[in-house]
T-cell receptor, first 112, second 111 residues
Framework: AQSVTQLGSHVSVSEGALVLLRCNYS??????LFWYVQYPNQGLQLLLK??????LVKGINGFEAEFKKSETSFHLTKPSAHMSDAAEYFC??????????FGDGTTLTVKP | DVKVTQSSRYLVKRTGEKVFLECVQD?????MFWYRQDPGLGLRLIYF???????EKGDIPEGYSVSREKKERFSLILESASTNQTSMYLC??????????FGQGTRLTVV
């Protein structure tokens, strides 16, 4: 069975500060890992994905994540937060068919 | 541009009504999913389908059913709506070994 744990349901940073959103997963097979972003009253939009290959994954809007198999982690980072980054972020692990298990989500607040 | 379209953004229904939530995708994806999203609980899988006329129960199927008569369309049915089914419902589609694409969501309120 797959599971995802996002540490911290709310994260607050100042504009220009580092963003770090934590995600740990468990999976019995090599996973597909994703980060999605959700703006209010919208669906989920893909930020980045890890399937195979390079462990440092670059996504949209300056976000990146590093797959660490030994730590079963896939933390999301951005060097400098922007006001427009305020949203809810979901980490997910999926199987080959796209059936996904999601974390509970982390709400990112960016202070001016 | 790829698209997953849910028929309604907002719905208000009465307790006991039969409710249909429709989802259509234009990407020729084999796999389709219905999730519900509640604050603090993330997204939970209700039902999914890997082929026309095929359906599988997800983690929380009680009180729901689905229909997939055509490849592009996946419907979620609440046979008798109850207040604890008030939630945001998200449809998604995917092909093999790729990310899922999500619709905009339907916010359902049952009164």
């Amino acid at each position: 069975a797959q599971s995802v744990t996002q540490l911290g349901s709310h994260v607050s940073v100042s504009e220009g500060a580092l963003v770090l959103l934590r995600c740990n997963y468990s999976s019995s097979v090599p996973p597909y890992l994703f980060w999605y972003v959700q703006y209010p009253n919208q669906g989920l939009q893909l930020l980045l994905k890890y399937t195979t290959g390079a462990t440092l994954v670059k996504g949209i809007n300056g976000f990146e994540a590093e797959f660490k198999k030994s730590e079963t982690s896939f933390h999301l980072t951005k060097p400098s937060a922007h006001m427009s980054d305020a949203a809810e972020y979901f980490c997910a692990v999926s199987d080959d068919a796209g059936k996904s298990t999601f974390g509970d989500g982390t709400t990112l607040t960016v202070k001016p | 541009d790829v698209k997953v379209t849910q028929s309604s953004r907002y719905l208000v229904k009465r307790t006991g009504e039969k409710v249909f939530l429709e989802c259509v995708q234009d990407m020729d994806h084999e796999n389709m999913f219905w999730y519900r999203q509640d604050p603090g609980l993330g997204l939970r899988l209700i039902y999914f389908s890997y082929d026309v006329k095929m359906k599988e129960k997800g983690d929380i199927p009680e009180g729901y059913s689905v229909s997939r008569e055509k490849k592009e369309r996946f419907s979620l049915i609440l046979e008798s709506a109850s207040t604890n089914q008030t939630s945001m419902y998200l449809c998604a589609s995917a092909t093999w070994a790729t990310e899922a694409f999500f619709g905009q969501g339907t916010r359902l309120t049952v009164v």
